[in-house]
């Protein structure tokens, strides 16, 4: 097609068998997509298109991804906010017309369904890094590396020491969004399959990163969980995920509730914070 479609935040330029997507920079627009810049997706990525009314007198076309063809959507394993959601674009209500025209457009070109057995849309490419809350990760794209930081890293990470983690030998990424409250990055061994049930809790566990309030981001941390999923698919073509994280025991999540209402408390955390996060964490009994 060739044509440009400019919307907020980013604009969708439709080739024969891709769509580009560059994402704009500024104070609004969120930072996952500044992080991004830009992407290309290829078509058979795409399962479907749809076009729906937005708030504020805007429409919203969406593509929506195959499962299994985007690392970076298979790490956010549905938990971005719709907001930094990277396959929206939101128009002004009276362009719905050429909006409409588009996405009959891409629909008429899409021919893939179902999930993708391999990873059809690039990774961020390394290296990367980001700062959690207990130490600094690094990827140079053959290994994963925590550093821990001694104001942060509980006592069983700092007894095991700075950890190195080989591509090969991970079998797939768990990334929980710093969003809700206490986030954490872990890698999964191989030989674990992708089972966490057994899994320490991430404080403790040297092969997990923890977030929190400043520490850890989406805008950082995701793109990184991406190009480690990405690059351990590449190592091993046998199907590795990212795992939702497991249920918490109801003690730890009663222990959070209470660190929580002491950031409140402190003046940390703004009453409509601890509101929601409190409601989040709850729901996870």
């Known amino acids: 097609m060739g044509d440009v479609l400019t919307g907020f935040h980013a604009a969708w330029e439709f080739e024969s068998d891709s769509v580009l ?160 409250f206490e986030g954490h990055l872990r890698l999964l061994p191989r030989e674990a399959g992708t089972a966490s049930g057994a899994a320490a809790p991430p404080d403790q566990d040297p092969a997990a990163v923890v977030f929190g309030l400043g520490y850890g981001p989406v805008h950082e941390s995701l793109p990184f969980a991406a190009a480690v999923l990405a690059a351990v698919r590449a190592a091993a073509p046998a199907p590795v995920a990212a795992v939702a994280a497991a249920r918490r025991d109801p003690a730890d999540i009663a222990e959070r509730i209470r660190h929580l209402g002491e950031l409140h408390r402190a003046g940390l955390v703004t009453d409509d914070e601890f509101s929601v996060k409190k409601a989040e964490l709850l729901a996870e009994l």
């Open 21 to 180: 997507i560059r994402y704009e920079r500024g104070i609004r627009t969120p930072k996952l997509f500044q992080a991004l810049g830009e992407r290309r997706i290829p078509l058979a990525a795409l399962a479907g298109v749809t076009l729906t009314p937005g708030r504020r007198g805007t429409v919203v076309l969406r593509a929506e991804p195959r499962p299994g063809a985007d690392p970076l959507m298979e790490a956010a394993d549905g938990q971005l906010k719709e907001g930094s959601d990277p396959y929206r674009l939101v128009l002004p209500a009276e362009r719905a017309t050429l909006a409409e025209y588009y996405a009959d457009e891409l629909r008429d070109r899409l021919t893939g369904t179902g999930p993708a057995d391999r990873h059809l849309v690039a990774a961020p490419e390394p290296p990367l890094r980001f700062k959690a809350y207990d130490g600094k990760a690094s990827f140079d794209g053959t290994a994963v590396r925590f550093r821990w930081s001694w104001t942060g890293a509980s006592s069983e990470k700092w007894k095991a020491g700075d950890q190195s983690f080989p591509v090969g030998g991970l079998g797939g990424v768990e990334w929980r969004s710093p969003e809700v």
